[in-house]
């Protein structure tokens, strides 16, 4: 709460402002009014006597009317009244407020439970008549309405003085509505929500929210005792947005807004733009600004300096929550980024940090899209955590979840009494797996919340990317749905064009506003255009959809699937390793090792394996090998860079304690973490690893056909040509003299990196010293090398 609350919370209804007159109590019968007792003058009460004064003009005002008399009343009138006890009215600061009569100046003020409200400017100072539930109202005479007066309201107890919210202008720009209503707001969080400011000449906070169905909203909060009556919004036109300025609530508040439906019930509603929330359970707004520094500068120079499919992309995925269990951002910020940049990666990416009510869904039903989870700190401590990470070297990547929202009655869903941010039609706004809601594309506004949100992100917090989640979910309209469950676009199809049209405008305006950012899809389907460019149309005359990456489904499903065969049965599933280089050029794509491969009875990676303790480390180091140098960029979720045996859960996170030296088995640990370190730092340095990912130039099979030796042999190059061999051996034997062709014009080759090393705890079946190729021919080329390939390993070699 701030310090000044302007309606101190009534003790009992015999203690309200009604009561006070000779009101019947609970019985019906009359009672006398409450005993006034004196109370302490404010602070800030002016010093001239209450029944004398002179306006700003000279003419006389007093606290009574000529020769004793009362000054005349103006009360509200009746229908505006009700519609202002009821929370149904759309334009209280019409009646509310000082306005100019033939009279005078008539003030009104409806503030329940106040004994008494008076007028207070810079020369006068004047009481206003009790109007009854909780009006109070006079015309005095003055000229002018003064430019800044001020109310002085007596509860029992105490006294406050305020500026009246009803004396303000819309502290809302008209530029800013129009831009709504068109639906290009890109910093909308500017317009809508909570922000604190000063406005004409007071501090305060500035509450606007759009919702074009209300009959009435008011804001309520902890200044307010959570009871609205007094502070009843504007409707600001066709806009649809409410906005009310009250002046001295300033950051730290708790609110949310009163919404009274078409109906006429009321809900309360948290603030869809807040930028700071209540730590779940509990689900208030809170009213926020930034006073983090940022010292990241050099970071966001450098970050767009070349292309991030031509760049070094290598990601360690983070639940923050559970990666060091009851850690804060802040603390995390101090532990995070060494342990990060220790093994190599060049970004995290971390699952949805936006607020949302249950942990188990791990961020992916949001209800806060503005709002960093409360759960490890405040939004400023987030902000510490992201530049700490950049000033460690490490991009931060983040789950974006547009695809649904969750069907709380306290946030989004049928927000003002109607659908609004869902779809209209029930059958397009259930999501059928996850039970939630799904956005309304087509509607402008609702685009307009999610593209500035992805423009919220990246520009308030400095994110480097991100990671839109279930694009596939939002692209068809019979996505999981059997025939007569949906409805076919205006062309015949399946394709919601609202939401092609919506990812196309996210993607060009992230990129447009933050140079140097990545978006990233999480699409299952074979969707033509993912990764291009919006202006480039495709064969199914769609144009991209814009993306900077996309997540390599297909390669995840169909290598894990062949890791889990043992070695015997594998040549008969050879191809599931090599069809990915079919499409490997058709997107852009990252090679996901994710957090849904690790979870729900899937078993962690090492886990995954077939045959013993040794043979399922083996696998997963060779596989890690054949991971690093397929094109593509690499993700690893947390906890599978040390081969932890256990699925990840939530509630305790990796299992930190198989890297502890007093466990026997920690080498083995220790051994996996060595490797992933060294394949980032080889990784890293071998620009044929990455700086040609989306050019078919820069790979060439060497042996793709080897399935009766589980062998795959393929070149990596890079812009100057130079190549590196990558071989990975998926049987538990060692071949000795194994020839595989390659380049004629290198005279040398030596091996980089060898998943089989003994720091690594392999046998250490090494090909030590520089190779010699002869003129033996192989696999089509001049020249040939002749290795010995250790059991279940990949081996990197380049030209000396």
Known sequence: MSPKSDQPKPRSAAKSAKATKGTKGAQGKPRPAARKTAAPKSPEAPTVPAQQGTNPEGATTEGTGPEGTSPPVSPVPAADRVRLLRGTHHDPHSVLGAHPTPDGVAFRALRPYALKVSVVAKDFRAELHDDGDGFFSAVLPLREVPDDYRLHLTYEGTEL??????????????????????????????????????????????????????????????????????????????????????????????????????????????????????????????????????????????????????????????????????????????????????????????????????????????????????????????????????????????????????????????????????????????????????????????????????????????????????????????????????????????????????????????????????????????????????????????GGLGFGLKWNMGWMHDSLEYMTHEPVHRKYHHNEMT????????????????????????????????????????????????????????????????????????????????????????????GVRDLVRDLNMVYRTEPALWQRDTDPGGFAWVDGDASEDNVFAFLRYDAEGTPLLAVSHFSPVVRHEYRLGVPEEFTAWQEVLNTDAARYGGGDILNPGPLKPDSRGAHGRPASLQLTLPPLATVWLRPV
Not at 263 to 282: H, K, N, Y
Not at 596 to 609: A, I, N, Q, T
Not at 646 to 658: C, I, Q, R, T, V
């Open 161 to 542: 003085e305020v500026h009246d919210a009803y004396r303000f202008l819309p502290a809302v720009g008209e530029l800013d509505l129009h831009l709504i209503g068109e639906g290009r707001h890109e910093q909308l969080w500017q317009a809508l929500g909570a922000r604190p400011m000063v406005h004409q000449g007071a501090t305060g906070t500035r509450f606007t929210v759009w919702a074009p169905n209300a009959q009435g909203v008011r804001v309520v909060g902890g200044f307010n005792f959570w009871d609205g009556t007094g502070f009843a919004m504007r409707s600001l036109g066709s806009s649809g947005v409410w906005e009310l300025f009250v002046p001295s609530v300033g950051e730290g508040e708790l609110y949310k807004f009163a919404v009274t439906r078409p109906d006429g019930s009321v809900t309360l509603r948290a603030d869809p733009l807040a930028q700071r929330t209540e730590a779940p359970p509990a689900n208030s707004s809170v009213v926020h600004e930034s006073h983090h520094e940022w010292h990241d500068e050099e970071w966001l120079r450098r970050r767009a300096d070349r292309p991030v499919h031509a760049a070094p992309f290598s990601v360690y995925e983070v639940h923050l929550a559970s990666w060091r269990p009851g850690l804060t951002y802040r603390q995390l910020a101090h532990q995070l980024p060494p342990y990060v940049a220790d093994l190599g990666f060049t970004h995290v990416e971390l699952l949805p940090v936006a607020e949302h009510p249950f942990g188990g869904s791990w961020g992916y039903q949001v209800t806060g899209f503005y709002a960093p989870t409360a759960r490890l700190g405040t939004p400023d401590d987030f902000k510490y955590l992201v530049d700490c990470l950049h000033r460690a070297g490490i991009g931060v990547l983040m789950d974006w979840v547009p695809a649904h929202f969750p069907r709380d009655d306290w946030a989004l869903a049928e927000f003002d009494g109607r659908p609004l941010y869902e779809h209209e039609d029930p059958a397009r706004a259930a999501h059928p797996d996850w039970g939630t809601l799904e956005f309304d594309y087509g509607r402008t506004e609702v685009r307009n919340f999610l593209v500035a949100n992805a423009s919220y992100w990246c520009e308030e917090f400095h994110i480097d990317g991100l990671r839109v989640d279930a694009v596939a979910s939002m692209l068809y309209l019979d996505y999981s749905r059997e025939h007569g469950e949906w409805t076919p676009n205006v062309h015949g199809g399946r394709e919601n064009l609202d939401a092609v049209a919506f990812l196309q405008e996210m993607n060009a305006t992230v990129y447009r506003r933050s140079p140097g950012v990545v978006t990233i899809a999480e699409e299952s389907t074979a969707w033509d255009g993912v990764t291009r460019a919006t202006h480039h149309s495709g064969p199914g005359g769609f």
């Open 579 to 670: 069809f990915s280089m079919v499409y490997a050029y058709s997107e852009n794509y990252v090679l996901p090792i994710s957090h849904d491969e690790v979870v729900h009875g899937k078993r962690s990676l090492v886990s995954k394996m077939p045959g013993d303790w040794w043979q399922q480390r083996a696998d997963h180091r060779a596989y890690l090998g054949f991971m690093w140098a397929h094109p593509g960029k690499q993700l690893l979720f947390m906890g599978q860079e040390f081969a932890q045996g256990a699925e990840w859960s939530e509630a305790h996170g990796p299992d930190w304690w198989l890297l502890d030296p007093a466990y026997g088995a920690e080498p083995d640990h220790r």
